[in-house]
């Protein structure tokens, strides 16, 4: 019984962890958004630097999980539990890194002026936002209809991409000579769109989780 215990309270610190790493990688993509919108320097230097403790958790949860399996050897529910925290500190590790290149994009645009305007972007990163929220919250309730919906709200992020990116192209045959600044809009806007992807990949493993098996969301 007290076995059990002891695992019941490593799977719950692992949880833990797992999702203070995801609000972190959820600051750090907000962070470096108000950085561009407010063309805040110091704050995307923040961001750039907050990055080692969300890869420091990433190997935190790493080492956990491994030692969990090799002493543990749980049985098949509590081993998908542990994979999943694996797989999803992986697509958070990528969230924080993502937030780290919306900063460095916004480090290179400087206070140059931005001729797009900024609230189609910014409409974009708010449901890519929310999807990071509502994963973290799908994950910490096991419930499966959240984790099925992100697929919803993915498709109005491609969507959303998809007419930006025209604009952009656009804009820049308008305006050769700013090409460089709106290249890095370009990359923030793929930054964001593939911050929904990394969320609809943990939605997945949310539902591999709960029912034991693979589903594809895309």
């Known amino acids: 019984m007290q076995v059990r215990q002891n695992f019941e309270n490593e799977l719950q610190n692992l949880k833990d962890t797992l999702l203070h790493m ?3 990688a959820r ?9 561009l919108q407010t063309q805040d320097m110091k704050l ?25 399996i090799a002493q543990q050897q749980p049985v098949a529910s509590d081993l998908r539990k542990i994979i999943v925290a694996l797989r999803i500190s ?36 708010t449901i890519a936002q929310k999807m990071v929220h509502d994963a973290l919250n799908a994950y910490h309730n096991e ?7 992100l697929a919803k709200e993915d498709d109005q992020i491609d969507v959303k991409y998809g007419r930006i990116i025209q604009e952009l192209l ?9 090409t460089a600044q709106i290249t890095q809009l370009a990359f923030i806007c793929r930054d964001i769109e593939r911050v929904g992807d990394h969320a ?18 895309n």
Do not use: C, F
């Open 22 to 24: 995801v609000e972190l």
């Open 27 to 35: 600051n750090a993509v907000m962070n470096s958004l108000e950085a």
């Open 44 to 68: 995307a230097e923040d961001v750039i630097s907050s990055d080692l403790e969300i890869n420091r958790l990433d190997e935190q949860i790493n080492q956990t999980a491994i030692s969990m």
């Open 90 to 125: 992986t697509d958070v590790e990528r969230v924080g890194d993502l937030g780290v290149n919306i900063a460095k994009s916004t480090l290179r645009i400087e206070k140059k002026k931005v001729d797009k305007p900024m609230e189609d972007i910014l409409q974009m990163a």
């Open 143 to 149: 419930d499966l209809q959240a984790a099925l919906d």
């Open 170 to 178: 656009k804009l820049a045959a308008q305006n050769p000579t700013q």
């Open 200 to 217: 609809t990949n943990i939605a997945e493993n949310i539902i591999y989780m709960i029912k034991g098996k693979q589903y594809n969301l």
